[in-house]
């Protein structure tokens, strides 16, 4: 599956923290009906045998909706169960590394903080950038802050798409407007949410406003 801007419009990253009433699966599938355009299942906290076997089924319900599914991480899992895409942290294996495991047939997403980082992810051969966190996160408490104007930076420095994440909620998603991201990635705001479905329905119509 080729990587394109519109893929990043709503970009949900799982996070079991948030499955104690309904399971992940269920919530995913409500975000997907929601209108969510690429799906990262990340676990941390799995054995690469049931990490594989989540895996097969969130990629099998993503296939069902046309939504790219990607891995968090793990490289062995992402080309086990032929994801569309593999995403590794500036703490994960080198982007360079990831391409030559994967080939060139699967999405790759590096996350960066600052514009050197995302010029080396860019020419390691990275498809997209998650810059984060924009805003102040719960969700990730090691994470740092990335300026508005670094932010902007960036996309400008890189010619793939950028999606931002960390702390983003429909309310401050407006404030990304002008800065040349092509989407965010959502965790909280998508997953700690009672009704997912409605949520993400408002979510993707501001990303569309704001960045479309």
Not at 33 to 47: A, D, F, M, P, Y
Not at 80 to 97: F, P, S, W
Request: with cysteine; charged share 25%; aromatic share 6%.
């Amino acid at each position: 599956m080729k990587c394109n801007r519109e893929i990043l419009k709503l970009y949900a990253v799982t996070d079991r923290a948030w499955s104690d009433k309904k399971t992940l699966i269920c919530q995913i599938e409500e975000a997907l009906s929601g209108g969510v355009t690429c799906v990262q299942l990340r676990e941390k906290n799995l054995s690469d045998e049931k990490f594989l076997e989540k895996a097969l089924e969130v990629k099998k319900i993503c296939q069902g909706y046309n939504v790219p599914f990607i891995v968090n991480d793990n490289v062995k899992v992402a080309c086990e169960c032929n994801a569309d895409g593999i995403h590794v942290g500036q703490g994960d294996m080198v982007a360079c590394k990831v391409r030559e495991k994967i080939g060139s047939g699967m999405i790759l997403g590096v996350s960066v903080q600052t514009v050197e980082e995302a010029i080396k992810a860019w020419n390691d051969g990275a498809d997209y950038l998650g810059v984060g966190a924009v805003f102040s996160t719960y969700t990730k408490l090691d994470a740092v802050n990335v300026s508005s104007k670094t932010l902007e930076t960036i996309c400008k420095a890189v010619p793939i798409p950028v999606v931002a994440i960390g702390g983003i909620t429909k309310e401050n998603i407006y404030e990304l407007k002008g800065t040349g991201v092509d989407g965010v990635a959502l965790v909280s705001a998508i997953f700690a949410k009672d009704d997912i479905t409605t949520e993400c329905r408002k979510l993707l119509e501001i990303s569309e406003k704001c960045f479309y």
